[in-house]
């Protein structure tokens, strides 16, 4: 069974600042996605990442996926409260998505 | 026009009722998809539906049946209520069934309360 973990579970910044969360799995990603879930919505993809080391860039928001495409991380440039949410990273394990616990973000005004 | 709906967006009912949920897509997508958000936002997968395939995640009860009347639907029936049903149930669909690229749109989820 494939587990994926995901860092820091919460996250509280100030509108502007910049930061990274981190998605890691046990066991070899066959592709890696992350999703943005707003409360009262459901998850929205952001991106796809399928080759080791690679780099995808969305606006202020930048995906990397790890070289031995066993962990991933997203970064975000100037923070700003629209970007609140939960973030999920997935992958397509056995027949099915797997998908992370999530890290809450809050991004004050 | 929404893509994937589900009704109703809430539900609070008594333990041992029998209730469905309901979902639709308008994507002409081929697969759908049901799944549990628990309180700790957990989001596990409870079946996919593709051409008549059903995959069932073997740690749902057999309380819990999909049930599709055509493509663009796919409903979940809940038979004899628990506590720990609770939770937020999210319909979705994708154009095949993964993996690499298949993107998944999710509709707005289903929140039930069972007292």
């Given at each position: 069974?494939?587990?994926?973990?995901?860092?820091?579970?919460?996250l509280s910044?100030?509108?502007g600042?910049n930061l990274?969360?981190?998605c890691n799995?046990s066991?070899v990603?066959?592709?890696?996605?992350?999703?943005?879930?707003?409360?009262g919505?459901?998850p929205v993809l952001?991106?796809?990442?399928?080759t080791?080391?690679?780099v995808?860039?969305?606006?202020?928001?930048t995906?990397q996926?790890?070289?031995?495409?066993?962990?991933?991380s997203?970064?975000?440039?100037?923070a700003?409260?629209g970007?609140?949410?939960?973030?999920?990273?997935?992958?397509f394990?056995?027949q099915n998505?797997?998908?992370?616990?999530g890290?809450?973000?809050?991004v004050?005004? | 026009?929404t893509?994937?709906?589900q009704t109703p967006k809430?539900l609070?009912t008594?333990?041992?009722n029998?209730?469905s949920?309901?979902?639709?897509q308008n994507?002409g997508?081929?697969?759908?998809?049901?799944y549990?958000q628990?309180?700790?936002k957990f989001?596990?997968?409870?079946?996919?539906?593709?051409?008549?395939?059903?995959?069932?995640n073997?740690?749902?009860?057999n309380?819990?049946s999909?049930?599709?009347p055509?493509k663009?639907h796919?409903n979940?029936?809940?038979?004899s209520?628990?506590l720990?049903d609770?939770?937020?149930?999210?319909?979705a669909?994708?154009?095949g069934?993964?993996?690499?690229t298949?993107t998944?749109?999710?509709?707005?989820?289903t929140?039930?309360?069972?007292?």
């Amino acid at each position: 069974t494939q587990l994926l973990e995901q860092s820091p579970q919460f996250l509280s910044i100030q509108e502007g600042e910049n930061l990274t969360v981190y998605c890691n799995s046990s066991s070899v990603f066959s592709s890696l996605q992350w999703y943005r879930q707003e409360p009262g919505e459901g998850p929205v993809l952001l991106v796809t990442v399928v080759t080791g080391g690679e780099v995808k860039k969305l606006k202020r928001l930048t995906f990397q996926f790890g070289d031995a495409r066993k962990d991933s991380s997203l970064h975000i440039t100037a923070a700003q409260p629209g970007d609140t949410g939960l973030y999920l990273c997935a992958d397509f394990y056995g027949q099915n998505f797997v998908f992370g616990p999530g890290t809450r973000l809050s991004v004050l005004p | 026009d929404t893509a994937v709906s589900q009704t109703p967006k809430y539900l609070v009912t008594q333990m041992g009722n029998d209730k469905s949920i309901k979902c639709e897509q308008n994507l002409g997508h081929d697969t759908m998809y049901w799944y549990k958000q628990d309180s700790k936002k957990f989001l596990k997968i409870m079946f996919s539906y593709n051409n008549k395939e059903l995959i069932i995640n073997e740690t749902v009860p057999n309380r819990f049946s999909p049930k599709s009347p055509d493509k663009a639907h796919l409903n979940l029936h809940i038979n004899s209520l628990e506590l720990g049903d609770s939770a937020v149930y999210f319909c979705a669909s994708s154009q095949g069934r993964g993996p690499i690229t298949d993107t998944q749109y999710f509709g707005p989820g289903t929140r039930l309360t069972v007292l």
